[in-house]
């Protein structure tokens, strides 16, 4: 069996659990969503970028509550969830045009959840050939723009349909 490595993380994954301080739980607590790049909030969740994307547009989708099991969220915050989940994609599809996505939630750290005690779902857009070896062989990952453009260019388009969002959830 092979194993590739992920070394750009190795700070992060360290360093995460040494914080008393859930890392969602203080992004959303932040008076500044540029600061935290969230992206849009609703009654029971929030979406922003990951700072430490895979590709360009990779989003999470978080409950503002602070829990590890996705099967404990009440029934109005997973609706809410699912909707934000299918704004993602929309609006994923809609400006970048992906040919695929890969989305999931890794519960718990033998799952190899980087922040076990509060489950979040990432979003990921793909294109085919978006893999290659050079995060392997540079510990180089290639993003086609920084996290400022990204949320410069999303965060309007979901401050727009998370309006929409609100209206038809009632």
Do not use: Q
Request: proline residues 5%; positive net charge.
């Amino acid at each position: 069996m092979r194993y590739i490595a992920t070394p750009w993380r190795e700070d992060y994954v360290r360093n995460v659990y040494k914080n008393k301080d859930c890392v969602f739980c203080k992004a959303r607590r932040r008076k500044s969503d540029d600061e935290s790049y969230i992206l849009c909030r609703g009654s029971h969740n929030f979406i922003m970028l990951n700072k430490f994307p895979y590709t360009t547009g990779h989003l999470m989708i978080i409950p503002n509550r602070h829990m590890a099991d996705f099967e404990k969220a009440t029934p109005a915050a997973s609706a809410e969830f699912m909707d934000m989940w299918k704004l993602c994609l929309k609006i994923l599809r809609r400006h970048y045009s992906p040919h695929g996505f890969n989305a999931g939630m890794n519960l718990g750290r033998c799952a190899g959840a980087g922040i076990a005690e509060h489950f979040h779902l990432h979003v990921i857009p793909r294109w085919t050939g978006d893999s290659n070896f050079l995060p392997l062989l540079s510990r180089t990952r290639i993003i086609v723009e920084d996290l400022e453009t990204t949320y410069e260019r999303l965060k309007p388009l979901f401050n727009k349909n998370m309006t929409r969002l609100s209206k038809d959830s009632v």
